[in-house]
Each structure stands twice: as structure tokens, then as C-alpha cells.
């Protein structure tokens, strides 16, 4: 987080020697990642999944295997040439970003942009070729390589922090920017790995495989039917995020890194359950496509049970002991207490609409794989058209209220993006209704997880109320004995309340005879 100055930002541009990361610097990474990101959105792992997956497993499950292996060939070729395009293209348009998306950043910091994205654009280009290579691994159910490959892009930055920044010394004064550049070169060999990872899985599993950029091989044409709409969706959601950054980049100094560490954690159970799970069922929903609308209402129910079993709970744990995990995650150097507890309330905000953005991912899955991608992109414009509004409508008021020195304008579109995406869910189950009715989540399993996650979070409550709290400050038996070592405080606390949270959770959902665990895919 950063500190300001009167009226919320430095009045002069900041020598680059001033910068430290956490200062300035993380809303600088925020906007690099974001922009080039708006690429692997419009490319990557959805789009491609929803137009691909549903035109290569027919073939796979016709035993047109030739057929299957020009096809993906085809899109592999069409997709490189494109994402490499994209990537060239922002790279010379690079000062024309920072310049004109990013008034607000100091002259020091547009430079530093320019030159981030300059290493970025082309790491976006390689994650979706690995978009593809996950695609086609789906497609066979063979999903534990292609969902392990991204913890290399991670490993990577990690490696590049550690090495360079513990070791060097690069964490010193004056050397921050270097660490930052040194991180996006980071990021840009975790993309090439991550794909890498997956080739020696991918390259078996294609017969009669041949790259072309060809439109006339059998498929194409329905797959690019199918991605204009699906792009469409996924481009407007994605100029919401960035949309997202740039209005916060309009508020006080900070609203964009408060908006950027709440999202890694709303993000967080949305990626693990929401997107893994429908981007499983999707080659299975695509395989029931002939078998009527009953069979395809009781696998979407399947599907929705059990992203519920793990997405609330996830939602509980934000709203009840969230302050104790930003803490733990990033409360050091210039992240300070109440940048803890304006992240806290951001969370709770997206919290409150975490169900409701995972369900549509599931959703969406249903409308791909009955070769229906116009419904849910015209959801999602809708969608995006409301979280603008509603956000813009609250976040200069917020803006004006504060948490010790840190102001709440970020919890506006927080609040817009968690009404829309109810908005959003809510309609894309009305319109499913008209191909596979009854398809909601099961509605004994969905009490039991509710009663679940309630008592879970109600130890939680309990447990931070005797062992203490971050935000609200409050002394409790455990804070006390951890006196003489506070950098131990928030782990310690938020480890041991996500235990007894977590414990509780399993047992009673054991106790209560949630089958979601149980159930086997056909």
C-alpha cells in the first residue's frame, strides 16, 4: 500500500530511486499485469475451452481422430499468430498505454510501465499457447498436468524474489525498480514453462496432428462462429477489470493495490473451483449434448453442488477471518494496519458475491456445450454495463470515508462488481431453464453446506474473539504470548482459526452426509 500526500497523491514526480515495492510500485505491477492480461481474457483458457473443446471432443467421441489432429492443429496455428500479433502490437504501443490509460502515475512511473509491459505482452502471448495445450488435455480427462502447470509461472516469480531480492540485495534502497523488472522477466519464464510443462502429455495424446493457419479445415468455421461471441464476452468482462483499474487510478493513491491484493484472494476459490470445475465438466457437458435436456439439468446440478461445497465455506472464511489473512499474506514494509482493514472490507465486499461469480463460470459451461455462446456473452454485457455504473456511483462517495489513512473508494466497485455478478448468475440460470430445467444446485446439499459454513464460521468468530483479532484490534491469549515476536501474530492467528474453521467445516459436512466428494464422473 502506499502513503499520500495532501489531496491523495505527490505533487512532483518521484526521482526512480525513491520507489520501493509497496509504495507506489505495486499499483505500477497492477496496471502492467492488467493491461497485457486483457490478451490471455480475449485468448486464453475460457474463450478457447468454449469454442474448441466442444467441436474436438465430437470428433474424438465420432473416432475422427485425423480429423481431431487438423483441427487442433489449425487452432494452434491461428491462435500463435494472433496472440503473437496482439503481443507485438503492445509492445509498440506501449507509452501510448501508459501515457494516455494512466494520467494519474507520476512521470517515473509511466516509464517504469512502458518498460513492464514491454516484457509482458509477450509472456501473455505464451500463456495462451498454454491455454491450448490445457484445451486438449481436457479434452482427453487428463487433468492434473495442466492444471499443475501454472504453479511454474508462480515458482518462477518466487525464485526470481528470493534469488535476487534476498540474496542480492536487491531489496535495498534504491534498487526496488530493478527488482520489479527482474520479477516481470520472472513471469515471462513461468509462461514459457508453463507450457513447456504440458508438451510431453499434449504431444501423445494428438494423432494426425498438422500446424496450419487454415480456416477451411473441418471445424474451424464453427469454432470461430463460436469464438466471436464468447471473445465478446470475455472482452467486456476483462474491460471491466481494466476498467476497474483505471477508474481506482482516479481515486486516492492506493485504491488500485487495495483492489489488486483483494482480488488474489476473491480470485483465489473462483480459479481452484469455480473455473477448474467448469473447465472439467465442460468436454463432459459437451459429450451429453444428445442426450436430452434431463441428463444435462442433472449434471449441471452435479456440477453446481459441488463448486457450492467449496466456493461458500471459502466466502465464510473471507468474511470472517479475511483481516487475519491479508495480514499474514502482506501485512510488512509499507502495508500497514489499516491497509489491512481497507483490503479486509474490499474482500468482504467480493465476498458476498463469490458463489454467484463462480456459478456463472459452471453456467456458461451448460450454454458452450450446447453450442449456445451468444447467451451468456449477452449476460455478460449486461453484466459488466451494471458493476460499471453501480461502481462509478459509489466509489467517489466511499472515496470521501476513511480507515486510519486509508480511504474506502475501492469498496465501491467491490460492491458494483458483487451485485452484477448476482445479476449476472441469476439471469443465466433463467435462461438455461428453457434447455435444461431443474438444474440448480442440489437443495438438501445446499442447506447442509449453508448450515456448515455458518457453524464453521462461527467458531471462527469465537476463536478470533479468545485468541485476537487484527482489524478490529483486540487483545486475546494468543497475541499476548506472541508479545515479543508481532511478525508471528498474523500467520500464527490465521493459521490456527482457518484450522479450527476448516475442521469444523469437514466434520459436519461428513456428519450431514454431503455426498459432493462421493460423487464419480459417467
Known amino acids: 500500500m502506499t502513503t499520500t500526500t495532501e489531496g491523495g497523491r505527490p505533487d512532483q514526480p518521484q526521482p526512480r530511486a525513491a520507489f520501493r515495492v509497496g509504495a507506489g510500485l505495486t499499483d505500477v505491477w497492477v496496471a502492467a499485469l492488467r493491461t497485457p492480461n486483457l490478451i490471455q481474457n480475449l485468448l486464453g483458457e475460457g474463450t478457447l475451452s468454449a469454442s474448441m473443446i466442444p467441436v474436438y471432443v465430437e470428433f474424438l467421441e465420432e473416432g475422427r481422430t485425423e480429423d481431431a489432429g487438423r483441427f487442433a492443429g489449425a487452432v494452434l496455428g491461428l491462435l500463435s499468430v494472433t496472440a503473437w500479433g496482439l503481443a507485438l502490437v503492445g509492445m509498440l504501443l506501449a507509452p501510448a498505454i501508459a501515457y494516455g490509460l494512466y494520467p494519474e502515475f507520476t512521470v517515473a512511473q509511466q516509464e517504469l510501465l512502458i518498460h513492464l509491459l514491454r516484457i509482458l505482452f509477450p509472456m501473455i502471448a505464451l500463456l495462451v499457447m498454454s491455454a491450448w495445450a490445457l484445451g486438449i488435455l481436457n479434452s482427453h480427462r487428463r487433468f492434473f498436468v495442466s492444471y499443475l502447470a501454472p504453479v511454474f509461472w508462480n515458482l518462477s516469480m518466487i525464485t526470481v524474489l528470493v534469488g535476487l531480492g534476498g540474496y542480492a540485495g536487491w531489496h535495498a534502497a534504491g534498487r526496488s525498480v530493478d527488482l520489479l523488472v527482474a520479477l516481470a522477466w520472472g513471469a515471462f519464464m513461468g509462461g514459457a514453462l508453463q507450457l513447456l510443462v504440458q508438451l510431453p502429455w499434449v504431444v501423445p495424446a494428438l494423432d494426425h496432428f498438422r500446424l496450419s493457419v487454415s480456416t477451411r479445415v473441418e471445424g474451424m468455421r464453427e469454432a470461430i462462429r463460436n469464438f466471436v461471441p464468447v471473445v465478446s464476452a470475455r472482452g467486456v468482462l476483462s474491460l471491466s477489470g481494466w476498467i476497474d483499474t483505471i477508474l481506482a487510478a482516479l481515486l486516492t493513491t492506493g485504491a488500485v493495490s487495495a483492489l489488486f491484493y483483494a482480488q488474489r484472494l476473491y480470485l483465489l476459490p473462483i480459479s481452484l473451483f469455480g473455473m477448474s470445475i467448469a473447465a472439467s465438466e465442460l468436454p463432459e457437458l459437451s459429450r451429453m449434448r444428445g442426450e436430452g435436456s434431463t441428463a444435462l439439468a442433472e449434471r449441471v446440478s452435479q456440477s453446481l453442488t459441488r463448486m457450492a461445497f467449496f466456493v461458500i465455506p471459502s466466502a465464510f472464511a473471507f468474511l470472517v477471518f479475511g483481516d487475519l489473512l491479508v495480514a499474514a499474506l502482506f501485512e510488512r514494509g509499507e502495508f500497514s494496519r489499516s491497509a489491512v482493514a481497507l483490503v479486509y472490507t474490499v474482500l468482504g465486499a467480493y465476498a458476498l458475491g463469490l458463489y454467484a461469480a463462480a456459478g456463472s463460470r459452471v453456467l456458461s459451461s451448460a450454454y458452450y456445450a450446447v453450442r449456445d455462446t451468444r447467451t451468456p456473452a449477452t449476460i455478460a ?15 467517489f462517495t466511499l472515496d470521501s470515508v476513511a480507515i486510519g489513512d486509508k480511504r474506502l473508494g475501492a469498496l465501491g466497485l467491490a460492491v458494483g462488481a458483487t451485485i452484477a455478478s448476482w ?16 438444474h440448480g444446485p442440489r437443495a438438501g446439499d445446499l442447506v447442509k453446506i449453508l448450515g456448515a459454513a455458518f457453524a464453521a464460521g462461527g467458531v471462527g468468530w469465537g476463536a478470533k474473539a479468545m485468541l485476537g483479532s487484527i482489524y478490529p484490534a483486540r487483545e486475546g491469549w494468543l497475541t499476548v504470548a506472541l508479545t515479543g515476536t508481532p511478525w508471528l501474530v498474523a500467520p500464527v492467528l490465521a493459521g490456527v482459526v482457518a484450522g479450527l474453521f476448516g475442521v469444523t467445516y469437514l466434520a459436519l459436512t461428513r456428519a450431514l452426509g454431503v455426498g459432493v466428494l462421493a460423487e464419480r464422473k459417467p
Open 423 to 438: 445479476f449476472e448468475y441469476g439471469l443465466l440460470r433463467y435462461r438455461l431453464a428453457a434447455v435444461a430445467r431443474s
Open 381 to 395: 454485457v449486461a453484466r459488466v454495463i451494471l458493476s460499471i455504473a453501480i461502481g462509478v456511483s459509489l466509489m
